[in-house]
């Protein structure tokens, strides 16, 4: 993988399209209650001038960030930048995540799998003509046909919603309904369904399991939650819908800003650990079965190339767009400062370069540590590095647990943050 030099000057020509959000001075100081707003979108495809519209605040951590997260609601389904239709849209921040890849990138990695994605753009944000930084413009989840409905398994359901009626709780998990809206009686309904779902995985008999959800489905998403090693896969953010034929779907996936080595947390930050079997309690059950284990280890073998594809192309993408990423970080200067839950060694990191880095490697540990567990076999991957290379050489992934610990035991006490040394072949 090519990761290019450290861009030499933040000043540049924009290369992510302009999205401009004007709510007349008001500010948007609320996730519970929409303020009017007039959008432009611009990009020479599906633009958009004085839109009616209306945004308000979203998020739980991402919320208390200075760089805040935001829902932005159309009257009707708009295409903004050739993406699209849909009636709501989610700006994300990525204030978490100093790459701020992850959330683009999984969800690549997750299409890949077969696991339908969110479509996305990055966006040059301006609020009230003032320059808002980088987000990630997303379609928020929904139906996607008429029948069935969207949950989340999420931990702030209850203090959020009321039992019954936004929510219910099944095996000591709250699930917040997305859609649709339900009656009280409705709400009964699918948390019968849900207990008839965990009866099947308790039965011990795979047939039944499989009478009541599409493994398929569970098996792409478990790749991509362990592969990224999700934070808060047991916790929220965690997604199941409907299918057509009845039985219950995991996905899309979502929220995976606190992921990948940027959580310093619950092992989470441990590439050779399967965290995501050690934690969720829906994985770990269907990881007792052996058919189950089967689909994840064909699925992986089939799909590995196409998972690092997905992971070098988000990766070139960025590049592609470096200045752009660097003046996101002259207007939010998180970089080499502690933010939020973020370990040591990615405190130490100092350049958006160094996080892109940082972030392959980590991905590319962990594919490895997948294929070991569920296939028997890792092999590595050679990529190309400019650190006084050219591009006709090749080097050999280093060993993460040596550069966390240069990071963590002599980077950090001795003020400097070296860039990962890497071992020629």
Request: proline share 4%.
């Amino acid at each position: 993988m090519l990761i290019a030099s450290e861009h030499p000057d933040a000043e540049h020509d924009p290369s992510f399209p302009s999205l401009r959000i004007n709510t007349g001075g008001a500010a948007i100081e609320t996730k519970s209650a929409y303020i009017h707003c007039t959008v432009d979108a611009e990009s020479g495809q599906d633009d958009i001038s004085g839109a009616e519209a209306k945004i308000k605040g979203r998020g739980n951590s991402t919320w208390e960030q200075p760089k805040k997260p935001y829902t932005l609601k159309f009257g009707e389904k708009t295409s903004l930048f050739g993406i699209g239709p849909s009636k709501s849209w989610v700006l994300l921040a990525d204030y978490l995540d100093k790459s701020m890849l992850r959330n683009r990138m999984s969800q690549s990695v997750a299409e890949t799998l077969g696991v339908e994605p969110l479509s996305s753009q990055h966006v040059n944000l301006y609020l009230n003509g003032e320059y808002a930084g980088v987000y990630l413009l997303i379609e928020k989840i929904g139906l996607k046909n008429d029948e069935g409905f969207v949950l989340e398994m999420d931990s702030h359901a209850a203090s959020e919603g009321t039992e019954g009626v936004d929510y219910f709780s099944v095996n000591g998990k709250d699930y917040g309904i997305k859609e649709p809206n339900c009656t009280p009686e409705q709400v009964a309904g699918i948390k019968k369904f849900m207990e008839d779902v965990w009866d099947a995985i308790d039965s011990g008999k795979w047939q039944r399991v499989t009478e009541f959800l599409d493994a398929e489905s569970f098996a792409a998403t478990y790749i991509v939650e362990e592969l990224f090693h999700d934070a808060d896969v047991n916790l929220s953010s965690f997604y199941f819908h409907m299918g057509r034929d009845g039985r219950l779907c995991s996905g899309p996936i979502w929220d995976f800003d606190l992921c990948a080595g940027n959580y310093n947390t619950m092992r989470s930050d441990d590439p050779d650990c399967m965290y995501v079997a050690e934690t969720s309690g829906w994985y770990s059950s269907l990881l007792e079965y052996g058919e189950f284990l089967d689909l994840v280890s064909e699925t992986l073998r089939e799909k590995e190339q196409d998972i690092r594809s997905a992971i070098s192309g988000t990766i070139s993408y960025a590049l592609q767009h470096d200045g752009d990423f660097m003046r996101n970080f002259e207007r939010w200067k998180t970089l080499g400062r502690n933010v939020d839950m973020n370990p040591p060694a990615l405190m130490a990191l100092d350049t958006w370069q160094e996080h892109v880095k940082l972030l392959d490697i980590w991905l590319e540990k962990s594919l490895k540590s997948l294929l070991r567990e569920y296939c028997g076999t890792a092999r590595s991957r050679l990529i190309s590095c400019p650190d006084g290379l050219s591009d006709s050489e090749s080097v050999e992934i280093i060993i993460y647990d040596q550069y966390i610990q240069s990071f963590g035991k002599t980077a950090i006490a001795a003020g400097k943050h070296p860039v990962p040394s890497r071992t020629r072949q």
